[in-house]
């Protein structure tokens, strides 16, 4: 059983930057690959970025590219999103999501989530 716990959402101004954190329970979390999702408001949840287990893997999906880094400290149980030049259209509850694997996941199919934070980009 994984627990995970994100923080760093927040309001900010069109442009800036927030990083957000994914503390996750147990001692084996360096066996699990990561993930970030968002949902905004009347939309579906979508893959913003995802980490193998070792962090040498990553994928960012094609409106966060350049703009966001996902990236992972096993000795610290924790996962981050580093997110830069944020627009208004970033606006959503953001979700870290954890699964048992080696390798990158970028379907859905995440066995654990955290509650989400939400994160605003005013104009």
């Known amino acids: 059983q994984v627990q995970l716990i994100e923080s760093g959402g927040g309001l900010v101004q069109a442009g800036g930057s927030l990083r957000l954190s994914c503390a996750a329970s147990g001692r084996t979390f360096s066996t699990y690959a990561m993930g970030w999702f968002r949902q905004a408001p009347g939309k579906g949840r979508e893959l913003v970025a995802a980490i193998a287990w070792s962090g040498g893997r990553t994928y960012h999906a094609d409106s966060v590219k350049g703009r966001f880094t996902i990236s992972r400290d096993n000795a610290k149980n924790t996962v981050y999103l580093q997110m830069n030049s944020l627009k208004p259209e970033d606006t959503a509850v953001y979700y870290c999501?954890?699964?048992?694997?080696?390798?990158?996941?970028?379907?859905?199919?995440?066995?654990?989530w955290g509650q989400g934070t939400q994160v605003t980009v005013s104009s």
């Open positions: 999501a954890a699964k048992k694997s080696g390798i990158v996941i970028i379907t859905p199919q995440y066995d654990y």
